[in-house]
Each structure stands twice: as structure tokens, then as C-alpha cells.
């Protein structure tokens, strides 16, 4: 699904370099390179603050405890993503409500968010699930009118831009009360093991998490807050520092590798392809997903499997019906679309090293199937 032995080929110099300035210091946690780079990312992301921390679960969950939530405090977030987005919610014991998603963008919907809120209702954790950005300014209107926090999990999108309606836009996970986002090596910004961080434009949340991140220490060996130890070694963060300046870059790559993908599939009687915005980069593309509208999916997948070309089903079970998040409030029918596309989405390899002779292999691999 993902080459991140020729990308490193390419970029082997100034990545080792930088793994070598760590080594050469010795300064494996907390160093410079971990200063330098969330300077750097704050500069990028147009953002006041950048808290590394370990993971994007972490990132998540940190980013949540730094708010003032309560045992019980409902949450709302999408049914069709990563089971990390809900298992937070659940682990500090807050109530996560799960609502469907929108057929053409696969993100939270709107008029769900609303249905779902209740009195007892304090944050919206939006996904911008496969690298596309969420409605943020509806989120953030409703968020607003009923006095919600809106924590965004952008483990997948970092680098998309968010529009709104007056011209002017602001990159995900910038835009509501705080972010998380995940350094995973097969994300669009990945590092060489784990990785994390969590944004913020709030200066007294911004101190609240550096103090939670490290054992809940504002003083050393004070400990004012139940925190916990998360933070992103210096290796890591010298991987990243020199990505950084390559991730535009490499979401252009994804960007047109999309464009080719979708052109080759325009108009199929079966294949529901994304659209993609050639103006506003709303969408980064950190999977390519079809949906096959004919009930073949599966038939598909081993097609192009037989034929050695790698895909996947990003996700398969809708979250509320996962064993662990089951709830009796649920009914089915209030989650049509994800139910759908459980049954009809289907991932191609999506990444920065794709060339014309894969794709074209690739598609015509699939439109092969349905002939
Ligand atoms: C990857 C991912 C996470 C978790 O990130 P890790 O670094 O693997 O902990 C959370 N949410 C979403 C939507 C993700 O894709």
C-alpha cells in the first residue's frame, strides 16, 4: 500500500544526517531536534502551539484530558474510522456517541452531529478521515450554538487545507479548541517508529498538556495534574524535521497520483471515485478509496490480489458494532451510510512514489475486472 523504501532512498542524505546530528549529541529525549522541529511545525501549520508526544492515540487522548471533561460527558464522533478515535473516549470514561458519516465525503455528518446532541453533550471529535478535511466551519457553528469543544483527529490529514465560505482557509487540525495528529510511518507525515502530536492556538491549554505529556509536572517533581509519559525521541523528531520541508511536496504526489486514479475510473457504471479540488487542497489523500457500487467488492479485492496489486478495506466493521463500543442506544438505521460503505469501500496503494506505469497497471487492473 505504501513504498517508504524509495522515498527513503531519496531522501537518505539529509535523513541520515539529521538521525546522525541525534547520535552525535547524545541528546536522545527532549533534545533540539524535537525543539526545532515543532518549531518548525507550528511555522507550517500557521499554529501557536505543538506538543509532541508519542503516538496519535496518545495524542488524542492527551488532547482530551487537558480539556475539562467529566466521567459521562457525551462525545460525539464518526462511526466509520479508526477505532482509536472512540477508544479514547471510552478509557476516560467519557460517553462516546457515535454518529454517521457522509456518503460522498466519508466524513462526520452535519445533520447527524446535531440530531445526536443532547444536554449532556461537551466536545465533537471530527475525523478528516482519508486525508479530506471536514466541514469545520459547520462543525465549529455548531460547536459555537451549543457550547461544544471540537478536538480534531488529524492522524491522516496533515498538510490539507480547510475552506471556508468567506474565501480565506486554515490548515486541519487548526481550527477547533485542539488537534491530534499521528507520525505512523505510512501516514502522509511519518517518522521511523511512533510518533505524535497534539495543536492548539490556546495558550493556557498549550501549558496544561506540556505539563500532562510529562507525568503532570509543571515544576520538576510537582506533580499537579494525573498526567502521563509521552514524548517523541529525538531520532523521531530528527526523521520528521527533515520531512517537513518535503510534505507539500508529497501530498501533490498523492494528489496527482488521485488525479490519475479518477480519471481512469470517470464515469464507471460501478466505481464511485473521489473528486478531488484543484484549487483548495482540502483533501491529501492519505488513502485512495473507491466505493464499488455492483456488491463485487470483495470478488475485487481478490482480483487484484491474484494479480499482486495490494489493497484494502479501510474499515470494515462500523465502530458501532465493534464488541467493544456496542450500545443499546444504537439502531441500525441511524447509520445507513456507514453500513454501506463497510460493504463497498475498497483502498488502492496510495502513496509519494507511485508512477505512471503502476497506476496505469493498477487501473487497468480493476476496470479489467468488470469487463
Ligand atoms: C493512525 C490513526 C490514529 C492513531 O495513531 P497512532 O500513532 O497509530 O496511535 C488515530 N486516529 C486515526 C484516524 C488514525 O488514522
Do not use: W
Not at 289 to 310: A, C, F, S, V, Y
Not at 329 to 343: C, G, H, I, W
Amino acid at each position: 500500500m505504501v513504498d517508504l523504501k524509495s522515498q527513503y532512498e531519496k531522501i537518505k542524505a539529509t535523513v541520515d544526517a539529521s538521525i546522525q546530528e541525534v547520535l552525535d549529541t547524545t541528546t536522545y529525549i527532549n533534545g533540539p531536534k524535537v525543539h526545532e522541529f515543532q518549531k518548525n511545525l507550528e511555522q507550517y501549520l500557521d499554529v501557536k502551539h505543538v506538543i509532541p508526544c508519542a503516538n496519535g492515540t496518545d495524542a488524542l487522548q492527551i488532547a482530551m484530558m487537558g480539556l475539562d471533561l467529566k466521567p459521562g460527558d457525551e462525545v460525539i464522533t464518526a462511526d466509520f474510522t479508526f477505532a482509536a478515535t472512540v477508544e479514547v473516549i471510552a478509557l476516560l470514561q467519557l460517553t462516546p456517541v457515535l454518529v454517521d458519516v457522509d456518503l460522498v465525503n466519508m466524513n462526520i455528518s452535519i445533520d447527524a452531529i446535531k440530531k445526536a446532541i443532547t444536554p449532556k453533550t461537551k466536545a465533537i471529535v471530527p475525523v478528516h478521515l482519508f486525508g479530506r478535511a471536514a466541514n469545520m466551519e459547520a462543525i465549529m457553528r455548531i460547536a459555537n450554538e451549543h457550547n461544544l469543544y471540537v478536538i480534531e483527529d488529524n492522524a491522516q490529514a496533515i498538510g490539507a487545507n480547510c475552506k471556508f465560505s468567506d474565501g480565506t482557509k486554515k490548515k486541519a487540525g487548526t481550527i477547533g479548541h485542539v488537534a491530534s495528529t499521528s507520525f505512523f510511518p505510512s501516514k502522509n507525515l511519518g517518522c521511523y517508529g511512533d510518533g505524535g502530536a497534539i495543536f492548539t492556538n490556546d495558550d493556557e491549554l498549550a501549558h496544561k498538556i506540556r505539563g500532562i505529556v510529562n507525568h503532570g509536572m509543571y515544576v520538576r517533581y510537582h506533580h499537579d495534574v494525573v498526567g502521563v509519559n509521552s514524548r517523541l525521541d529525538s531520532i523521531q523528531a530528527a526523521v520528521l524535521d527533515a520531512k517537513l520541508p518535503l510534505l507539500d511536496q508529497y501530498s501533490q504526489a498523492r494528489q496527482d497520483a488521485a488525479r490519475k486514479y479518477s480519471k481512469a475510473f470517470e464515469g464507471h457504471a460501478n466505481i464511485v471515485a473521489p473528486t478531488i479540488c484543484d484549487i483548495c487542497d482540502c483533501h491529501v489523500f492519505h488513502q485512495y478509496t473507491l466505493r464499488i457500487t455492483n456488491g463485487k467488492r470483495d470478488q475485487l479485492m481478490e482480483h487484484l490480489q491474484n494479480k499482486g496489486i495490494p489493497c484494502a478495506i479501510y474499515y470494515p466493521i462500523p465502530l458501532h458494532s465493534q464488541k467493544a463500543y456496542v450500545d443499546s442506544r444504537y439502531k441500525e438505521e441511524d447509520f445507513p451510510v456507514t453500513n454501506q460503505l463497510v460493504k463497498e469501500v475498497i483502498s488502492l496503494p496510495m502513496h509519494t512514489e507511485l508512477d505512471n506505469e503502476q497506476i496505469e497497471f493498477i487501473t487497468n487492473s480493476v476496470l479489467e475486472f468488470f469487463e
